[in-house]
């Protein structure tokens, strides 16, 4: 079976230093990879996409950037947090094409920036 | 107008009640539509999934799909406790891209 790994579960990080979220599949390949981020009342926000190995599509200007350098995995990155990119991160995983293309998610990373 | 628009509520009932969740939306090219769980501090759940419209019904949850209106519906049947969270709806047009969009989501709670 399909699982998704997501870690850190908490992070609380001073304004100005890098991030980096990291997020795993196993058991499928070739996987459509997400990030979301969640703000109270705001739903789910989709950053990021990808659809294979270095294709990135970026939904929204932002002070984030992400990567995938391997089939299952997906990062995201931060040079230099601000306030406002505290959160909670979601990564999320789908098959590509299709009917049965629901979207899995992880357990997400709670993101404090001080 | 935001694509996919959602009641936040609060919503609160007693348990044993029939619950109704609802969203609307804009775009009349979405085909897939989806209900997710979330639990406080979780990662949201697949809780329904259907393709264009009509019913799917599995044991205390019903997802309905009406196309013609735009509207999507979840019916929780004899509500539980448990059954207390925010439920999102999601939809996505059709391609291999799968970019889901979400409502906002509406928070449940279930008195006992």
């Known amino acids: 079976s399909q699982t998704i790994h997501q870690w850190p579960a908490t992070l609380v990080q001073p304004v100005g230093s890098p991030l980096s979220l990291e997020c795993t599949v196993e058991?499928?390949?070739?996987?459509?990879l997400y990030w979301y981020r969640q703000a109270a009342g705001r739903g789910l926000q989709l950053l990021f996409y990808s659809v294979g190995i270095g294709q990135i599509s970026s939904e929204v200007p932002q002070n984030l950037s992400a990567s995938r350098p391997q089939d299952r995995q997906f990062i995201l990155s931060s040079k230099k947090l601000l306030l406002s990119d505290s959160g909670f991160y979601l990564c999320?995983?789908?098959?590509?094409?299709?009917?049965?293309?629901?979207?899995?998610f992880g357990q997400g990373t709670r993101l404090t920036v001080v | 107008q935001k694509e996919v628009e959602q009641d936040p509520g609060p919503l609160s009932v007693p348990e044993g009640a029939i619950v109704s969740l609802n969203c609307t939306y804009s775009?009349?090219?979405?085909?897939?539509f989806m209900w997710y769980r979330q639990y406080s501090r979780k990662g949201p759940e697949l809780l329904m999934y259907t393709y264009s419209s009509g019913n799917k019904e599995d044991g205390r949850f019903t997802a309905q799909v009406d196309k013609s209106s735009k509207y999507i519906s979840l019916f929780i049947r004899d509500s539980q406790p448990s059954d207390s969270a925010t439920y999102l709806c999601a939809m996505r047009r059709g391609g291999a891209t799968n970019k889901l969009i979400f409502g906002t989501g509406t928070l449940l709670a279930v008195q006992p």
């Open positions: 775009n009349s090219a979405f085909q897939y």
């Open positions: 058991g499928t390949s070739n996987p459509n």
């Open positions: 999320a995983w789908s098959l590509l094409g299709g009917k049965n293309t629901e979207a899995f």
